[in-house]
């Protein structure tokens, strides 16, 4: 099938964006690329959220990864499990929250990627986030999800406001309205507990990335508070 990067992040490329957090991003796409030999004007190797998270990640810090497919977990174990205070674990991600929080930090950023293979993922992601918040009251959790039908995505929204949650922002982005058939028009994020002042230092990045994305009339992005900050 046709590569998927040219509409993705090749659209980034050879843009110099205004906004720091997505200079940052860039340079750390860059830099794994270059560093896996590629000397082309096009991308060739892209780093993966693991391999972002590592590379941004405090000396205090330490990340532990879930994958419950083997094949797919032992890959990641080559690319992660040599870095420093970073482990990988073969098992469901879900089962990790019951398993490690709360951390003995009593704080932790918690990303929850699932392949939504499945019809019941969005209620075991409710499930899971009702667990964690629990067990991790103030832990902050970061949801990514697709948007493909508009009606599975309130749904999904329905089925965790009947969490107990505390300040919770959906921030999505599509790159073409409803109208055109795109099968996967865009994705979003739901944070729990975000970073104070989240809003503002994400609001103009997502402008900007909403403009270089757009593949077709009606791409937009925006910010929907579940729960208001207080």
């Known amino acids: 099938r046709a590569p998927e990067w040219p509409d993705g992040v090749g659209r980034l490329w050879n843009h110099m964006p205004e906004l720091e957090i997505t200079r940052d991003y860039l340079k750390i796409v860059r830099d794994y690329d270059a560093e896996r030999g590629n000397t082309e004007a096009t991308p060739r190797f892209y780093p993966g959220s693991p391999q972002i998270v590592g590379r941004m990640m405090r000396e205090q810090d330490r990340m532990l990864l879930s994958e419950r497919q083997t094949d797919e977990c032992d890959e990641l174990d080559i690319a992660m ?56 009251p103030r832990g902050v959790f970061a949801i990514w999800y697709p948007i493909t039908q508009r009606a599975r995505v309130n749904g999904f929204f329905r089925e965790i406001q009947g969490v107990d949650l505390p300040p919770t922002v959906a921030v999505e982005l599509t790159i073409a309205g409803e109208d055109v058939e795109i099968k996967m028009r865009g994705c979003g994020l739901l944070i729990v507990n975000p970073p104070w002042q989240f809003e503002e230092e994400v609001a103009s990045d997502l402008n900007e990335l909403t403009e270089r994305l757009a593949q077709a009339p009606g791409g937009s992005s925006h910010f929907d508070w579940l729960v208001p900050e207080q």
Do not use: H, N, W, Y
């Open 81 to 136: 499990g040599r870095q420093p205070r970073c482990s990988v674990q073969a098992r469901d991600g879900f089962g990790s929250l019951r398993a490690t929080l709360p951390p003995p930090e009593k704080r932790a950023l918690v990303l929850i990627d699932p392949p939504f293979e499945s019809p019941d993922e969005f209620k075991a992601i409710a499930k899971a986030l009702k667990d964690g918040l629990r067990r991790l």
